[in-house]
């Protein structure tokens, strides 16, 4: 069982940064992957970023490239998501979300956190 909680949403101007976080509890992290997913009303939820905890590779959707990085704290046991550049299209509810595979939908993931509202004011 793992169980996720986000913090760090907010309310930002564009261009402006946020950094999400993913505080996991779980018993091994050594084959856990752990990513970010969004939603908007009336829209599939769909895939930011993913990093593999045991060699922290990463993936991203291209809408982020270069604007948002992920990153995992071993001994905080956190996930990070840093959004820099941050523009309207990025407002929307951020979950957390983990399993034992790359999951780039949402049928891939195990588990999620409860979500956290990220709005970008134009």
């Known amino acids: 069982q793992v169980q996720l909680v986000e913090s760090g949403g907010g309310l930002v101007q564009s261009g402006g940064s946020l950094r999400l976080s993913c505080a996991a509890s779980v018993g091994s992290f050594t084959h856990l992957f752990i990513g970010w997913f969004r939603q908007t009303p009336g829209k599939e939820r769909e895939f930011v970023a993913a990093?593999?905890?045991?060699?922290?590779?990463?993936r991203y959707t291209d809408s982020v490239k270069g604007r948002f990085s992920i990153s995992r704290d071993n001994a905080k046991s956190v996930v990070s998501l840093q959004m820099n550049s941050l523009k309207s299209e990025d407002t929307a509810v951020y979950y957390c979300?983990?399993?034992?595979?790359?999951?780039?939908?949402?049928?891939?993931?195990?588990?999620w956190g409860q979500g956290t509202q990220v709005t970008v004011s134009s």
């Open positions: 990093i593999k905890w045991s060699d922290r590779s990463t």
């Open positions: 979300a983990a399993g034992w595979r790359w999951a780039t939908y949402t049928a891939e993931v195990d588990y």
